[in-house]
């Protein structure tokens, strides 16, 4: 285990690339298990939680190969439908898709439940909820999930979420593709990565549309052939850059990015006083003065994303003026960095599910520890723009869904390194 050094105080200034997103890379590669045969993923980063995704795909049987950092060929020829090994499942928050493939693909699924990062109660309920609905019997313990096919056997169904969920959306597209019948999703989640994975069944075979509205149809084929996607670059990794960016008094240029996909964090940056200018593919954003306070309430896509509270908070805290910050997916999640940034000089009321920020010129370097993956990146930006050297602890929490972070914010003009404890 080891810890991050920052001496901070340093405005980042340069250009960045931005990987592969995490959270469709975590889908797609799952959803790999329905193919028949061999695919080559591209643009997939190389963070931990992908490593132990592929770790659990290996053990099932899948032949592996990574001809380079960024691409993974999966050969499902010798998958067997072997369960995955529950101590690596228990070690990230997507092997649940797991459960969706394995239903899918062999009509049944014995899944440990998963681990990854407990900033909040994740239940399970809605994903449960639509594979009952596709026909599965389930049964829940408080260890591992249980499917088999019911007594009218495993067929397409009409779901409507209770809540919009980005996991149960996934899982239920995954488990459907392969069913015969259609499955339509009501109230489904709308994420970017939502639409990466319906284009990457498609591009195997499958029929799926609605992909990014709230209505995702599935029409159920027999079988998907092999072939080659890449990836979307990751929404999140480049609003944590930007942020970083804003944070330091910075000017960067995020290349690798979906400006569309920025949209709801961009004007939010725009409003504290950042200049962005949108490219086709990259973002610059700089800041050319002090930063003014704002409100930022999260919500599902197209909303503020809740995976960018965290790192938004760092900006306000650094803003003239009192910020208000609601989360409304996560209600916890403030209780993972707040009183950490507290520690560096950030003022913060925590009041339900709002934290009130009053900004201030100067955070200062302490030692800080990450509790999950999103609040460790703001531990890091706050680092970035406080006064003298900071300790972040935890950093396998970052390092689950940052590639190469320290190399990125080094050539950027941090003075940043990993130390091992
Ligand atoms: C995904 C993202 C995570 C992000 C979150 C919200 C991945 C791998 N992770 O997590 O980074 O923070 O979306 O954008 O894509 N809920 C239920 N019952 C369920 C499922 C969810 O009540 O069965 C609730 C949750 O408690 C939460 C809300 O629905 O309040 C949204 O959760 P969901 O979209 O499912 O989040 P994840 O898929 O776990």
Redesign the pocket.
Same mark, same amino acid.
């Given at each position: 285990m080891g810890r991050y050094e920052i001496k901070g105080g340093k405005p980042l200034n340069g250009t960045v690339t931005i990987s592969g997103a #995490?959270?469709a890379a &975590?889908?797609i590669l799952p959803a790999a298990l329905l193919v028949n045969g061999c695919c080559r993923i591209e643009n997939v980063p190389d963070i931990s939680d992908v490593r132990i995704l592929l770790a659990i795909l290996e053990d099932m049987g899948v032949k592996i190969q990574r001809p380079d950092e960024s691409t993974v060929i999966l050969d499902n020829s010798g998958f067997t439908g072997k369960s995955p090994n529950e101590e690596l499942v228990r070690k990230l928050?997507?092997s649940y898709y797991l459960m969706g493939a394995l239903l899918g693909r062999f009509g049944k699924a014995f899944v440990a439940l998963p681990g990854?990062?407990n900033f909040?109660?994740? %239940?399970?309920?809605?994903?449960? #909820?639509g594979f009952a609905a596709l026909g599965a019997d389930v049964v829940e313990t408080e260890d591992y999930v249980s499917m088999t096919p019911g007594p009218n056997g495993l067929r397409g169904n009409r779901i409507s979420l209770? /809540? &919009?969920? &980005?996991?149960?959306? /996934?899982n239920i597209m995954i488990a459907a593709t392969l069913l015969p019948g259609q499955t339509v999703i009501e109230n489904a989640?709308k +994420?970017p990565?939502i639409v990466d994975l319906a284009n990457f069944l498609n591009t195997m075979g499958a029929h799926i549309s609605g992909a990014g509205t709230d209505t995702v149809k599935i029409r159920g084929v027999d079988a998907l052939r092999g072939g080659t996607y890449a990836i979307i670059p990751d929404q999140?990794e480049a609003g944590t850059y930007m942020a970083a960016a804003v944070a330091t008094g910075g000017n960067v240029l995020i290349k690798n990015v979906i400006p569309k996909h920025m949209e709801c964090i961009t004007s939010k940056l725009a409003e504290m006083g950042a200049e962005v200018i949108n490219y086709d593919d990259a973002i610059r954003i700089k800041r050319p003065g002090p930063l003014r306070h704002t409100t930022v309430k999260t919500h %599902?896509?197209p909303g503020f %994303?809740?995976?960018m509270q965290a790192q938004i908070c760092v900006c306000m805290a650094l803003a003239s003026g009192v910020s208000r910050l609601t989360e409304s &997916?996560? +209600?916890t999640r403030f209780f993972g960095y707040c009183s950490e940034l507290e520690s560096m000089g950030a003022d913060i009321q925590i009041t339900g599910k709002t934290a009130i920020i009053t900004g201030t010129d100067t955070l200062y370097g302490a030692t800080v520890s990450a509790h999950d993956?999103?609040a460790g990146a703001a531990l890091v930006i706050a680092g970035l723009a406080a006064e003298g050297t900071t300790w972040v602890k935890n950093i396998h929490y970052v390092e689950r869904g940052y590639e190469r972070i320290i190399e990125k914010l080094a050539a950027l003009g941090a003075t940043i390194r990993r130390v091992e404890d």
């Open positions: #995490k959270n &975590v889908a928050r997507a990854g990062c909040a109660s994740r %239940p399970i309920d809605q994903h449960i #909820k209770d /809540v &919009v969920s &980005v996991g149960a959306t /996934v989640a +994420e990565h999140i %599902p896509y %994303p809740t995976d &997916v996560y +209600e993956l999103r």
